[in-house]
C-alpha cells in the first residue's frame, strides 16, 4: 500500500491538501495517508518547523504531498526557526534537486491571463527549476562594514555536478516533450552563470536532438510575456526559476493553477505542492483555489505512483472544470475550495 504523507503546512496549505486528497482518494483506494506538521504549524506544535517527526515520515512516505509555509506572525524568528526552513530543509534532506513547474493555460482561462487572450493561448510551457543549490543554500550571514554599516550576504554558488544534473533533467524534459530547451541564466554578470552555461553546453553533446537556446534572465522575463508560445522547456537556477514560475502563472491564469513536482535523482520520489505560498490573507475563509494542489497531486500519481492513467484522469476533471465555466476568486468567480474540488470529484466519473 504506497504511504503519502500530508504537509498542509500554513495558511491555505491545510485547505488546499483537504481537497487534494480527497481526490486522491476519489482515483486510487489503495493509498495509506499519514499526516504531520509543518512550517508555522510545526513550530507552533513542536518548536520547530521540520520537527524530526515529520522529516522521518517524509522520508519513509512514497511520496509528499505538501501544501505551503509561511506567516508573517514569524517574521522576526531567526532564518533556521522561519516556516520557509521547513520548505528547505525537505528539499535539500531528501535530495529533491529537480523541480518540474509546468504552466499551461487551460482553455477557458484567457480572460485571467494578465496577456493579451491570443499570445495567451500559446502558453504550454514546462520550468525545470534547480532546487539545491544557489543563494538558497550559499553561505549567509550579517555583519558590519569597516564603516560601520550594517551588512548583509548570501553567496550564490553551484558546482558543475549539481548543474549537470539539472540539466540532464532539462534535455530530457525537453526529449519527452517537444524538442526544445531554453536554459536561462545572467552569464553577461555572474560567474555562477558563466560556469552553468559552461555545463549546459557540454551536457548538450549527449543530446544532439535537442534545440538548446539560451537567454538572460531578464530577457527571458521580458520573453514570457512577449512572446511564451516560443518556450517549451525552461531549465534555470533556484532562485531565477522561483521568480519565473510565478511570473508564468500569471500568464497562465493564476498562481492558484500552477502544480509543481520536487524530484531526486530516481525521478520517482518526490514532494509535491502547489507553487503558491500560504495566503494568510485569505486563510480559512474558503477562498483559495485548489487546481493547483489537485494538478499536484495529479503529479504525484504519474512520478511517484508510475500511475499515469489516473493522473490524466484527474488533470482532465480540471481541464473540464475550468472549460465549463467553475471559477474560484483569483480566476474572477465565487466558488469556494470546497464548491471548486466538488467540480472537479464530479467530473471524475
Ligand atoms: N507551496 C509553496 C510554498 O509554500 N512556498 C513558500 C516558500 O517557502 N517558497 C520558497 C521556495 O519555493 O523556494
Same mark, same amino acid.
Given at each position: ?25 476519489? !482515483?486510487?483506494?489503495?493509498? @495509506? ?18 520537527? @524530526? ?15 505551503? =509555509? ?23 534532506? /531528501?535530495?529533491?534537486?529537480? +523541480?518540474?513547474?509546468?504552466? !499551461? ?38 555583519? %558590519? ?42 552569464? +553577461?554578470?555572474?560567474? %555562477? ?6 555545463? !549546459? ?17 531578464? +530577457?527571458?522575463?521580458?520573453? /514570457? ?47 509535491? @505542492? ?25 503529479? /504525484? ?26 471559477? %474560484?476568486?483569483? /480566476? ?11 467540480? =472537479? ?5
Amino acid at each position: 500500500m504506497p504511504l503519502i504523507a500530508i504537509l498542509p503546512g500554513d495558511g491555505i496549505g491545510p485547505e488546499v491538501t483537504a481537497a487534494a486528497r480527497r481526490v486522491l482518494e476519489a !482515483v486510487a483506494s489503495d493509498l @495509506e495517508f499519514a499526516e504531520a506538521p509543518v512550517g508555522g504549524a510545526a513550530y507552533e506544535a513542536k518548536g520547530h518547523p521540520l520537527p @524530526e517527526s515529520t522529516l522521518d515520515l517524509a522520508r519513509k512516505a512514497d511520496a509528499i504531498l505538501f501544501g505551503a =509555509v509561511g506567516d508573517f506572525r514569524f517574521d522576526t524568528l531567526e532564518r533556521a526557526l522561519r516556516p520557509e526552513a521547513a520548505i528547505l530543509g525537505l528539499r535539500k534532506e /531528501l535530495s529533491l534537486f529537480a +523541480n518540474l513547474r509546468p504552466a !499551461v493555460l487551460f482553455e477557458g482561462l484567457e480572460d485571467a491571463s494578465a496577456l493579451r487572450p491570443e499570445v495567451a493561448r500559446s502558453i504550454d510551457l514546462m520550468i525545470v527549476r534547480e532546487l539545491n543549490g544557489d543563494v538558497y543554500f550559499g553561505e549567509k550571514g550579517r555583519g %558590519t562594514t569597516a564603516d560601520g554599516l550594517r551588512e548583509g550576504h548570501d553567496l550564490m554558488r553551484y558546482d558543475e555536478g549539481e548543474v549537470r544534473r539539472i540539466a540532464r533533467v532539462g534535455f530530457e524534459t525537453a526529449r519527452a516533450r517537444n524538442g526544445k530547451l531554453c536554459s536561462v541564466d545572467k552569464a +553577461n554578470v555572474l560567474e %555562477t552563470s558563466q560556469l552553468w552555461r559552461d555545463v !549546459v553546453i557540454e551536457v548538450a553533446a549527449d543530446y544532439p536532438d535537442i534545440e538548446l537556446s539560451h537567454l538572460y534572465v531578464d +530577457n527571458a522575463a521580458m520573453q /514570457l510575456v512577449r512572446d511564451p508560445g516560443q518556450f517549451d522547456v525552461i531549465v534555470t537556477g533556484n532562485l531565477f526559476g522561483d521568480i519565473l514560475s510565478d511570473q508564468a502563472s500569471m500568464c497562465a491564469g493564476s498562481i492558484g493553477m500552477l502544480p509543481s513536482a520536487a524530484l531526486g535523482a530516481d525521478g520517482k520520489k518526490g514532494m509535491f @505542492e502547489p507553487i503558491h505560498g500560504s495566503a494568510p490573507d485569505i486563510a480559512g475563509q474558503g477562498k483559495a483555489n485548489p487546481c493547483a494542489a489537485i494538478l499536484s497531486a495529479a503529479m /504525484l500519481l504519474r512520478y511517484s505512483l508510475g500511475r499515469g492513467e489516473a493522473a490524466d484522469r484527474v488533470e482532465q476533471a480540471v481541464r473540464g472544470a475550468i472549460a465549463d465555466g467553475a471559477r %474560484t476568486p483569483d /480566476l474572477g468567480g465565487s466558488l469556494s475550495t470546497d464548491a471548486m474540488a466538488e467540480q =472537479v470529484l464530479e467530473r471524475l466519473g
